[in-house]
């Protein structure tokens, strides 16, 4: 019978130790996400989310695993466990501001506004002098009816750059559903003076016009908003009732004719009354 020596086993358990030693160690919470970071940069979300979650797995805390993997969620439209991962982010650090404008984004998809706010304030406070997200947070507060609110932030986004003809135009629109109609005048006036190609302007400013019954001058502003936009058939519409206000029904039935060409399904009782 074969004998095994003892230098025998000393020698096998000795090579055993050496070959576990020589083992591939696990990867660790860092290897994962530079991995997962590799497959984000390739657009490859799934495969960066499972990284991730690898990540998150071994680092519960792991706040820019929790952040990353949101925004694969979002990139691929799956903005409930988006918000989840980025609600799990502000919870670690509420102070992780990139974290807000994918969420806040989220919130105006779902045009849950009020939340949004709520995070557009946070971005503010991280930057006063955001004039973007200061014009954002106003139109949200405009959506909400809140015209108030919706005017003053249009008011901060003017300090900050008297040039922006779409902050004056908005609080312009905020004037108005506030029945201060001169100063609403005015915002369009100036928005149409900071930006002449700026056809909403125009055509907000002739609305006002027409609901004041000054229909000499809404007229021209209708037509300015059609020479920057020939397809704008909310235009053709109004001008055509306020030409038909003027007494001008041929005129009138000329716009209304030109807006069912272009689709119009609310002109076709006028044309029916007025036109021959």
Do not use: H
Not at 19 to 28: K, L, R, V
Not at 52 to 68: P, Q
Not at 138 to 151: F, V
């Amino acid at each position: 019978m074969y004998k095994i020596s003892t230098l025998t086993v000393i020698l096998f358990l000795a090579i055993a130790n050496f070959s576990f030693s020589q083992e591939t160690p696990a990867p660790t919470a860092a290897d994962f996400m530079k991995t997962g970071v590799a497959k984000f940069n390739e657009k490859n979300y799934d495969s960066a989310i499972f990284y991730f979650t690898k990540v998150i797995e071994l680092d519960a805390k792991n706040i820019d695993a929790y952040f990353s993997r949101g925004v694969c969620y979002n990139n691929l439209q799956n903005f409930d466990n988006a918000l989840v991962d980025f609600n799990k982010v502000v919870e670690i650090d509420p102070k992780y501001n990139d974290v807000y404008n994918f969420r806040v984004n989220i919130y105006m998809k779902m045009k849950d506004y009020e939340k949004a706010i709520g995070d557009y304030d946070k971005i503010i406070a991280a930057n006063p002098k955001n004039e973007k997200a200061i014009m954002t947070r106003g139109k949200l507060y405009y959506a909400m009816k809140d015209y108030m609110m919706a005017a003053s932030d249009f008011d901060q986004v003017l300090e900050i750059n008297p040039n922006n003809a779409d902050a004056y135009n908005s609080r312009g629109q905020a004037n108005k559903n506030m029945n201060q109609n001169d100063n609403a005048i005015a915002d369009y006036s100036k928005a149409i003076e900071m930006n002449p190609a700026l056809a909403i302007a125009y055509y907000n400013r002739a609305l006002l016009y027409s609901t004041m019954q000054k229909y000499d001058l809404a007229i021209p502003d209708y037509t300015k908003a059609i020479e920057l936009n020939s397809n704008d058939v909310d235009s053709y519409v109004n001008r055509g009732s306020a030409r038909y206000n003027a007494n001008d029904t041929k005129g009138a039935c000329e716009d209304w004719k030109k807006a069912k060409d272009l689709g119009s399904k609310d002109v076709d009782e006028m044309i029916s009354k007025f036109c021959k």
